[in-house]
């Protein structure tokens, strides 16, 4: 309680009654409530499609996509594009940091409660080292291609929804965290949760889910176990990513992880497969974070999970 904003607080407060009855009538109906139609499959080869673009990016502009390079505002550009031509509302929020301009692209879906706000996001700078494909085009994608669906199915969401791109998280969260510090506390309130997708498709891939918000995880734990795929609570990544100034804000989060430099336990080789040692993914924020660093599997379902609990959580 002591981390929730006094703000947030109140609003939490006068929430109450509303909050309880909408989960009353939730549960009576059971996950996905009866009258909202399932989220659809989203296509794996538009993903790859996706980070085979980036890579053109990076290729085109040094190498990376990092903050304060070419290739960081060539993929903001190049994603702003297809979300405007599919009905969005999108604008570019400038940061500055390091004496370079950073860039986070915001796009809104028309429509839904703006009192009850659902947002998705994912990083969209890569290290200096190299394309970020994994890290975190992965998750660039996937949010756009959930995004796109939202339009193609022309999607009539209860709550508002809103999909975010952040610049220079790799130099500690500086665009989310600008982000937030910009929305103000009447924004921010309007917030009911916060998705994260950093690093979707490792090589070695572990299923990870953020444990921060019980029901937010549970949304996720439970698409999962109908795929039969075993996940572990998401602890470690606590700080490590852009939920982390939402969470600082009071805002429920919630999100996905594959793996990053930390290698697996045998348990986790147990039930993931793969050797005990071996890290989640060996081109960590290396030059060989390219398509090939790619488990396409997790990334399908990932991008599935990210289909449902955006169908799910805005009806
Ligand atoms: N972008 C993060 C980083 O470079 C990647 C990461 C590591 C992460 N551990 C995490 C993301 C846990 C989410 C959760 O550190
Ligand atoms: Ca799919
Ligand atoms: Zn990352």
Request: proline share 4%; hydrophobic share 40%; glycine share 12%.
């Given at each position: 309680?002591?981390?929730?904003?006094?703000?947030?607080?109140?609003?939490?407060?006068?929430?109450?009654?509303?909050?309880?009855?909408?989960?009353?009538?939730s549960?009576?109906?059971?996950?996905?409530?009866?009258?909202?139609?399932?989220?659809?499959?989203?296509?794996i080869?538009?993903?790859?499609?996706?980070?085979?673009?980036?890579?053109?990016?990076?290729?085109?502009?040094?190498g990376?996509?990092?903050?304060?390079?070419?290739?960081?505002?060539?993929?903001?550009?190049?994603l702003?594009?297809?979300?405007?031509a599919?009905?969005?509302?999108?604008?570019?929020?400038?940061?500055?940091?390091?004496?370079?301009?950073?860039?986070n692209?915001?796009?809104?879906?028309?429509?839904?409660?703006?009192?009850?706000?659902?947002?998705?996001g994912?990083?969209?700078d890569?290290v200096?080292?190299?394309?970020?494909?994994?890290d975190?085009?992965?998750?660039?994608?996937?949010?756009?291609?959930?995004?796109?669906?939202?339009?193609?199915?022309?999607?009539?969401?209860?709550?508002?929804?809103?999909?975010?791109w952040?610049?220079?998280?790799e130099?500690?969260?500086?665009?989310?965290?600008?982000?937030?510090n910009?929305?103000?506390?009447?924004e921010?309130?309007?917030?009911?949760?916060?998705?994260?997708?950093?690093?979707?498709g490792?090589?070695?891939p572990?299923?990870?889910?953020?444990?921060?918000?019980?029901?937010?995880?549970?949304?996720?734990?439970?698409?999962?176990?109908?795929?039969?795929?075993?996940?572990?609570?998401?602890?470690?990544?606590?700080?490590?990513?852009?939920?982390?100034?939402?969470?600082?804000?009071?805002?429920?989060?919630?999100?996905?992880?594959?793996?990053?430099?930390?290698?697996?336990?045998?348990?986790?080789?147990d039930k993931?497969?793969?050797?005990?040692?071996?890290?989640?993914?060996?081109?960590?924020?290396?030059?060989?974070?390219?398509?090939?660093?790619?488990?396409?599997?997790?990334?399908?379902?990932?991008?599935?999970?990210?289909?449902?609990?955006?169908w799910?959580?805005s009806?």
């Amino acid at each position: 309680m002591s981390r929730i904003a006094p703000w947030r607080r109140a609003a939490l407060a006068a929430g109450t009654c509303t909050a309880v009855a909408s989960l009353l009538i939730s549960g009576a109906t059971g996950a996905g409530a009866a009258n909202s139609a399932a989220a659809p499959d989203i296509d794996i080869a538009a993903v790859k499609a996706d980070l085979a673009e980036l890579q053109s990016i990076a290729d085109a502009n040094g190498g990376n996509r990092a903050h304060g390079q070419a290739g960081y505002k060539a993929s903001v550009d190049h994603l702003k594009k297809k979300l405007d031509a599919a009905g969005f509302t999108t604008k570019i929020q400038e940061f500055t940091h390091g004496g370079a301009t950073g860039y986070n692209l915001v796009a809104d879906w028309p429509g839904g409660d703006a009192e009850n706000v659902v947002m998705a996001g994912a990083h969209l700078d890569s290290v200096d080292e190299g394309p970020g494909i994994n890290d975190n085009g992965s998750g660039s994608a996937a949010v756009l291609e959930v995004a796109l669906a939202v339009a193609k199915a022309d999607l009539k969401p209860e709550k508002h929804l809103r999909f975010a791109w952040w610049g220079a998280e790799e130099y500690g969260m500086v665009g989310s965290t600008h982000y937030v510090n910009e929305l103000g506390s009447g924004e921010l309130g309007k917030l009911d949760a916060y998705l994260n997708f950093d690093m979707l498709g490792s090589p070695n891939p572990g299923y990870f889910v953020y444990d921060d918000d019980p029901a937010l995880e549970k949304v996720f734990t439970d698409y999962y176990a109908t795929k039969n795929i075993a996940t572990e609570p998401e602890t470690e990544g606590d700080g490590r990513s852009d939920h982390a100034p939402f969470k600082e804000a009071g805002v429920p989060v919630g999100g996905l992880f594959t793996g990053a430099e930390a290698t697996k336990s045998q348990a986790q080789a147990d039930k993931w497969g793969g050797k005990a040692g071996e890290s989640f993914d060996p081109c960590y924020h290396s030059s060989c974070d390219s398509p090939k660093n790619i488990d396409d599997k997790a990334l399908d379902t990932n991008t599935d999970a990210i289909a449902h609990a955006i169908w799910q959580l805005s009806s």
